[in-house]
Antibody, heavy 115, light 106 residues
Framework: EVQLVESGGGLVQPGGSLRLSCAASGFTFSSYSMNWVRQAPGKGLEWVSYISSSSSTIYYADSVKGRFTISRDNAKNSLYLQMNSLRAEDTAVYYC????????WGQGTLVTVSS | SYELTQPSSVSVSPGQTARITCSGDVLAKKYARWFQQKPGQAPVLVIYKDSERPSGIPERFSGSSSGTTVTLTISGAQVEDEADYYCYSAADNNQVFGGGTKLTVL
């Protein structure tokens, strides 16, 4: 069974940093591209970042470019999102989602940016 | 970047047909997907490549495309279909969701 489990969320002050993780199981992680998608409280979905299976291609939404870094460790079946210079508007549930189809999603981890 | 525009809400009675539209210039050259999201849950893919239905999705869900507009149709909507629906498309390094449509079935 395909499983994606996010972790690392929590409360952080504006300007702070946080690293999210997504543990994958039930499929050959190294064969699939991955995405991060977020959803602010009571708001819609927002695509955040994409990484190809080999990490050779990476994309970011303009709203996070220069502050967030996506990475992966295929040996550990894990996806990461390093978030720096966090702002109140980054408060959201962050989901990892598999490949360009976005057919498989984790349950999300909540990031709250507040003083 | 580009935008996808959806109505904020659609309301139907049980058994009626619900239609949710999504408009954007990119849809004339790229496929759309549709996601269903119920409160407190992760999104679920219900339509891909404009009109293809993943396994496990009921046949009452269908999709169509015309020019710069795609439409999600729920034929004979049921109470359990009440949810938020999002269209999505990707072009080059731009990937975007529509603003979402709240479907009410009552």
């Amino acid at each position: 069974e395909v499983q994606l489990v996010e972790s690392g969320g929590g409360l952080v002050q504006p300007g702070g940093s946080l690293r999210l993780s997504c543990a994958a199981s039930g499929f050959t992680f190294s064969s699939y591209s991955m995405n991060w998608v977020r959803q602010a409280p009571g708001k819609g979905l927002e695509w955040v970042s994409y990484i190809s299976s080999s990490s050779s291609t990476i994309y970011y939404a303009d709203s996070v470019k220069g502050r967030f870094t996506i990475s992966r460790d295929n040996a550990k079946n894990s996806l990461y999102l390093q978030m720096n210079s966090l702002r109140a508007e980054d408060t959201a549930v962050y989901y990892c989602a598999r490949d360009s189809t976005l057919k498989r999603w984790g349950q999300g981890t909540l990031v709250t940016v507040s003083s | 970047s580009y935008e996808l525009t959806q109505p904020s809400s659609v309301s139907v009675s049980p058994g009626q047909t619900a239609r949710i539209t999504c408009s954007g210039d990119v849809l004339a050259k790229k496929y759309a997907r549709w996601f269903q999201q119920k409160p407190g849950q992760a999104p679920v893919l219900v339509i891909y490549k404009d009109s293809e239905r993943p396994s496990g999705i009921p046949e009452r869900f269908s999709g169509s495309s015309s020019g710069t507009t795609v439409t999600l149709t729920i034929s004979g909507a049921q109470v359990e279909d009440e949810a938020d629906y999002y269209c999505y498309s990707a072009a080059d390094n731009n990937q975007v969701f529509g603003g979402g449509t709240k479907l009410t079935v009552l």
